[in-house]
């Protein structure tokens, strides 16, 4: 942390909330605003944090935090936020794959933070036993490794966590104001700031016009963004949604591992959020038969088609949630690439966050790639690397470096999570798409778990090793279709050409997954 004098913080202070001026303008008071201002205040830079609303928000998104995403928050000085919210710890996951389930933990890490991959038999949550230490130590008692742990927790209070961490930080002010416009010089096209609409009498609903001017303006507005097609030009795909349910008191062993649900219906997650608050999450494909409205909606669909999926212990608390008659809160599943920035065409603006980058929810890896940014638009932006921000040649410098540089973790977690889903809510008449299914639970259940969580969770940031896990499960679902095939019975040799025949359709089906959201992430 950069340390200021009274005189020049109380006149910082003054600039910002008399004159509006600041270095640096952040819209939008979420995971990566709060976290943005946060960590460019502790190096010295004079920050205005705007926010429309400053109330808890209730939502049914941001509550699953990766083991990556923990250690980033630490690295932001913002770990005691976890702290006082009734957070969950989470050592892993927890796969029910039709009639079978694997639980697997998160990889081990050394003092280095490398992942200490491991091949082991996963079992089931009935076989599980969960280490009584947290790492191994050597022969002289000193530990050696460590496991890794994400978290969960209701998402607003995370967020006023953050918050109160910026309201008292010396070099932020906070003002609740909703942002309207980009403001741009006359007659080139460089962003000074912004206009807003602040409240002045909330009995009446009076607002009065500002403008609040900065040298740097990030944009994290969210995931329903009003200045996205202004800078990037880009609009999110959205396939299905997510329905949310609280369940209360719910009965899920293993404790502190969120749930992976994979049967008939689309992929249902479960986590709990709190010591007696369990999250559902339903997925919706748009255009689904079973939840039309003449098919009864979604909360039929629930009940009828997603339901059965699910344990039976956990079947009563989901029809308790759905007592009130209502339609369960709902969020888009978006996918939206990260937009290469263009400094020249938008100098002294910068999108982040789900207004810049936006991937499945079903790996719940947002989270941990908004606060990895934060810590590396921190490190770039330094005042040793960039010590005036008005700089415009030196900050689209940074900013081109941080584009390419988040690649390392934000299109692992992309990647993941677009190709996990495809694969998690194929239907069943999809015979490559279910051999896929299939060769990826059996690759768990040999073990080779430690590095695919390690990507997961935002600790180990080697794309190819992506890469090399995606192709592995592809060949072992073409083996295990092959031996199916040939190998069940004496005639079965004589339906090796089919098995050819099939294991290039099984490949190609893995290619036309993964190698598409690749191509886009290279961009």
């Known amino acids: 942390m950069v340390i200021q004098d009274e005189w020049t913080a109380a006149r910082e202070a003054e600039r910002r909330s008399k004159y509006h001026e600041a270095d640096v303008i952040v819209v939008g ?31 049914i998104v941001g509550e699953l935090l990766q083991p990556g995403g923990v250690e980033a928050l630490r690295r932001l000085g913002l770990a005691d936020c976890l702290e006082g919210i009734d957070a969950i ?98 007659k080139w096209p460089q962003v000074l700031g912004v206009e807003a609409n602040t409240v002045v009498d909330r009995e009446t609903g009076k607002k009065r016009a500002d403008c609040f001017f900065g040298q740097l303006t990030i944009v994290a507005d969210g995931y329903a963004s009003k200045f996205r097609d202004e800078i990037v030009g880009r609009k999110p795909v959205v396939r299905s949604k997510f329905y949310g349910l609280e369940l209360i008191d719910c009965p899920m062993p293993p404790y502190g591992f969120p749930h992976v649900v994979i049967g008939d219906a689309a992929p249902i997650l479960l986590y709990q959020i709190g010591t007696h ?79 810049l980058n936006m991937r499945h929810p079903l790996t719940g ?15 770039l932006l330094s005042p040793d ?7 415009t040649v030196a900050v689209g410098k940074a900013l081109r470096s941080l584009h390419w540089r988040r690649k390392r973790l934000s299109s692992i977690i992309n990647v993941l999570a677009q190709a996990l889903y495809s694969l998690f809510s194929a239907r069943s008449d999809d015979r490559q798409m279910v051999a896929l299914q299939r060769g990826c639970f059996e690759y768990f259940r040999r073990g080779f778990t430690d590095e695919p969580l390690g990507l997961m969770g935002g600790i180990l940031h080697r794309p190819l090793v ?23 019975n004496v005639f079965g040799i004589f339906l090796l050409p089919l098995a050819v025949v099939d294991a290039v359709l099984i490949l190609w089906r893995a290619c036309v997954v993964f190698l598409p959201v690749v191509w886009t992430e290279l961009q």
């Open 29 to 59: 008071a979420g995971i990566l605003g709060c976290a943005a201002a946060y960590a460019l205040a502790e190096q010295g830079r004079s920050v205005l944090l705007l926010e429309r609303w400053m109330h808890e928000p209730d939502r």
């Open 89 to 186: 710890p989470c050592y892993g996951y927890h796969v029910l794959f039709h009639e079978e389930d694997l639980v697997f933990p998160y990889p081990e890490t050394d003092a280095g933070g490398n992942v200490r991959a491991i091949v082991r038999k996963n079992t089931g949550a009935r076989d599980y036993v969960h280490p009584q230490t947290n790492g191994s130590a050597n022969s002289s008692g000193k530990r050696q490794t460590r496991s890794s742990e994400g978290r969960s927790f209701h998402h607003g209070r995370l967020i006023m966590k953050l918050r109160g961490k910026c309201l008292a930080h010396r070099n932020i002010t906070v003002v609740e104001t909703e942002v309207t416009r980009l403001v741009r010089a006359e």
């Open 277 to 355: 608050e369990t999250r559902a999450l339903f997925d919706v494909p748009h255009d689904l038969p079973a939840a039309s409205a003449k098919a009864g909606g979604v909360r039929n669909y629930i009940e009828n088609v997603a339901m059965p999926a699910l344990p039976e212990p956990v079947r009563p608390s989901v029809r308790a949630a759905l007592a009130d008659g209502r339609i369960p809160k709902s969020m888009p599943n978006s996918y939206l690439p990260a937009a290469a920035p263009r400094p020249d065409r938008h100098p002294g603006v910068l999108l982040l966050g789900d207004a």
């Open 365 to 379: 890896g947002g989270m941990t790639v908004a606060f990895h940014d934060a810590l590396l638009l921190a490190e």
């Open 385 to 391: 690397r960039v010590p005036n921000l008005g700089d």
């Open 466 to 488: 992506l890469a090399y896990h995606f192709f592995s499960v592809a060949f072992l679902a073409i083996w295990l279709e092959t031996k199916k095939m040939c190998f069940s």
